[in-house]
């Protein structure tokens, strides 16, 4: 194998069963560590501004990572195609996949600095991350790992590190009062995803709600059931964020009150 098979991803790459084998654990392992030993490092809460400073070189560390590899694969994609077509080129620059989209929202999140945005990509990531190392589709399923199949294994891992790090380290502020803010950016997120599928023709299904998706074949439920089902996941999973950080707020607030008792 040559460099320039491994970074092509041309070299023969035979499929194997990679779910759950020891590459697919030992990474959610390890990405598990690193999420749990960055947030333990710079969680506590401290009025010294370095704190504060080094919680975002955190972010922006993991995110700058995310960005290495999101702008490698298309410097790669550009160099190796030879289909210049207006087609094949927003097929190559723009982001597809779920997983590919909540790796631009987290790249866009340090610039736009707005909880909503923290929280919104935080939630997009995490599900991702969720579902791929629940079910890994890619990256772990072939005998070789080539540029590609590290690509995948590495965005997703640094989606779970990345996204959980966003909430641990005070990064978002899930509150029912805003909640539109980001029901409103889901919204543009599916309109973009029925873009790509139904106008620019680049994707078939990027956010697994089309008939015959993988997920559908997964579960083995016809597509109207499936429909029904991924609403109501969707709703639950979004507002477990809010339900947890607000069950925090009223400990707090309990936790204040009886402080302030104990001193009257």
Partial sequence: MTFIQW??????????????GMLHIGVLVLSIAITVALSILFRGKSSNDSKEKARKIVIWTLVGLIFTFELLRRIINLCKTTDYSLNNMLYILLPRPWCAISCWLLIASVFVRKKFFYNLASMSALLCAI?????PSAGVNNQYILFENLYSI????????????LIT????????????????GLAIIYAYGILEINVLDISTDPLYFMEGNEVQ????LPYGMFIGVY??????????????NDRKNVFV?????IKQKAVV
């Fill in 7 to 20: 970074i092509y991803s041309s070299y023969p790459n035979p499929s194997i069963s990679g779910q759950w």
């Fill in 131 to 135: 579902i791929f190392f629940a079910y």
């Fill in 154 to 165: 590495s965005t997703h891992a640094l989606l779970l590190i990345t996204s959980i790090c």
């Fill in 169 to 184: 380290l005070r990064f978002t502020d899930f509150r029912y009062k805003t909640i539109w803010k980001e029901l409103y």
């Fill in 217 to 220: 074949e997964i579960l083995g």
């Fill in 231 to 244: 609403i109501i996941f969707m709703i639950i999973y979004i507002n477990v964020f809010y339900l947890i």
């Fill in 253 to 257: 607030r309990r936790k204040k009150t």
